[in-house]
């Protein structure tokens, strides 16, 4: 635990899903909250999506990070602005406006089942 999933607009060309995934994982680990092993971590391109009417060249990056419950809320903000401020560097990209955003969930810890075979 915990589980990232990074959402992007396909007309973000200059995103980089793999080195998005990096610089958040990173993040996570130096959060001290996590052990390496545990993070999991995934990059979903969107090729249909809508930003408001569809009226400008408008893209979004969201990150939703799924985390066992027991964290405090200091604690979650300060990943979702650790995640946060890895991704700000990644979303840079010519004649489009970028939304960017990052959101934690709780799961419940007792009806989450893991084992490592």
Partial sequence: MP?????????LSDFDPTAALLAANEALIKSNLFSE???????????HFLIGAGSKNRAYVHARLEMLSGR????RISIAQAV???LIPLRENKG???QLSVETVE???ASYAKVCI
């Fill in 3 to 11: 589980h990232l999933t990074i959402e992007y607009t396909a007309n």
């Fill in 37 to 47: 092993p545990d993070i999991k971590s995934r990059a979903i391109c969107l090729d």
């Fill in 72 to 75: 405090s809320g200091e604690q």
């Fill in 84 to 86: 946060m401020r890895a």
């Fill in 96 to 98: 489009a406006e970028i």
């Fill in 107 to 109: 799961i419940h810890a």
